[in-house]
């Protein structure tokens, strides 16, 4: 019988090692769980066609502009929510099968097991975010603005990502279990519905609108919008591609500091 | 010696309910320690708060001379942790979960495969290590979730209910891969709700019930304190009971305990009453009640309990079959 190597039993893999292991094991983990992959891939593009086809006569055209051109910049910021709401699942998975226990019981570094989620989500959803793109180039949206905006747009996307992975972790942290995290999705629903993501907000009653125009994916979705629709959406969204812009990455600022702040204290906090 | 384990007045409360009310133990090196107990007799709390995932708040607790709570980084580094559910990750195999592992506890890529495949051995899982875990049974998850505790190399092995749910033939399995380890040095923490468990694997044995330590000592000393076996009688006849019972009352010992509902009648046997269970038993002939069955079988956790503490378990219906091997 081989023996245990001795003399190891200190160790302990320092951040970017243990970022880089747990982000490798989230993404093989994402991949071997077929449903889970066709789910991120079909969600937006099955909604983005519903719009386009079920309800985009029917909405017409805002300002001069297809609907298919102002509601795809929309879909793939909602996109971004739906897909990194899994984060909040994953890990309430991980809390409810103890293996985030376990990592807390070991000597390794608190921040890297919610980093390696979030460099592997961020990951994944780059991949989603493209396919969804493409979907909405197949149904009709055009860039009205230089490919630069749209690459810009993309990365923008991705940064949101990056803050709404911060926010799911403690969202999953939080919820402890399974079902309770997947009851958030509802809230996505309801926040995503209550932006400019789908519709114009001018078409929304008073107290509605109000909400949504002050909350961030409105200002992410305008960011996008404009950066794709460049001069075409100065007209009906009021500003230009740079208010937006920085008032989306305020908005992502603030939610990447505050939940990654919340999510680590609950993380290193001893539970219960 | 130094301790292993060192709790003094530990007290843990989540909101109203108290899990640990001031427990204290000590676990000597080189030792396997069962702590026993009903459920929600706060196993899995004081495993927690040995595993420094939780923090007690009141009390005192030290982990091979380290405190939980200034030095929790240090109890990290010596402590390997099987928790009540299997935390091995289902959508990698078995070699993955192990080489994962002990990756994190620094280890370069070949020492941790070399590592991993050390415990693949111990445990039998050489031929399932390339299959995903979510293929494995139950015996073979359990196996795994224990193995990753080891890849590191642990002074101290803590098992929370290491063969609760387990078929019968895993969980002999099971208590061999753990002999295994403590034969080669590890010490061993376990929490079990059998008797038979905590009697094969442990040389120490603490009973614990709401929280609280109810009695301590190695298997033969506990044994020795509830006395010898247990005489039960199975009448097929309600109406039969009171018959029984009176013929196996006896002067200067506890009256026959009945369980109504089961029809059962049980007295104390201990070893010194061969020639009182001859005569016990042709009383119960002479009764003419109809029996359904009739055994001299080992005391029930709950019986332990009532021996030990004139109490029954805050749980009793939950544990009422396990029993302890006389030595
Ligand atoms: N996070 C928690 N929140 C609220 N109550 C808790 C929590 N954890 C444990 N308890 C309570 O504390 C008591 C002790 O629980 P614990 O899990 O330590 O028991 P146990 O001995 O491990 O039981 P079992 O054999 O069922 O695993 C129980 O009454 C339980 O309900
Ligand atoms: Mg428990």
Known sequence: MTTLTPTIRTGRA??????????????????RRPELVVLSLVQMSAIMLTFRFIFGG?????????????????????GVLFQTLGTAIGIA????????????????????MLTGRVVADTGILAIVLAVTTAVGFAVGFRLQASVLGGLEAFGLCLVFGLAFSWLFIAVGLLAGNVKAAQGVSMIVFIVTFASSAYVPTQTMPGWLRAFAENQPVTAMANAVRSLTLGSHSQAFLGHGPGYFVIRSLFWAGGILVAFSVISVAKFRRAAG | MTLTIEARGLTKRFGKKTALDGLSLEVESGQVVAVLGPNGAGKTTFVRSVSTLIRPEEGELKVCGYDVRREAESVRRVIGLAGQYAAVDQALSGRENLVLVARLFGQSAKQAKANAEAVLELFGLVEAADRL???????????????ASLVSQPRLLILDEPTTGLDPRSRLDLWDAIEALVERGTDV????????????????????????????????????RIGGKILEVHVRDRAHIPLVAQALTREGVAAPEIDEATRRISVGADDGAAQWLIDGLTAVRDSGAVLADIAVREPSLDEVFLALTGQKTSSAESVGTATLETA
């Open chain 2, 133 to 147: 875990v979510r293929t494995y049974s139950g015996g073979m998850r359990r196996k795994l979730d224990l193995g």
């Open chain 1, 93 to 112: 998975e991980d809390m409810e099968q103890g293996f985030i226990d376990r990592l807390r019981s070991m000597p390794f570094s608190t921040a890297a």
């Open chain 1, 58 to 78: 029917a909405i017409g055209t805002a300002h001069g502009l297809p609907y298919v051109d102002f509601s795809v910049p929309g879909f793939i910021t909602a």
């Open chain 2, 189 to 224: 923490l376990l929490t079990t709700q059998y008797l038979d468990e905590a009697d094969r694997l442990a040389r120490n044995i603490v009973i614990i019930d709401q929280g609280r330590t109810v009695a301590s000592g190695t298997p033969a000393e506990l044994k020795r």
């Open chain 1, 14 to 31: 320092g951040i970017v090692t243990g970022t880089g292991l747990l982000a490798k094991r989230t993404t093989v983990t994402f991949l």
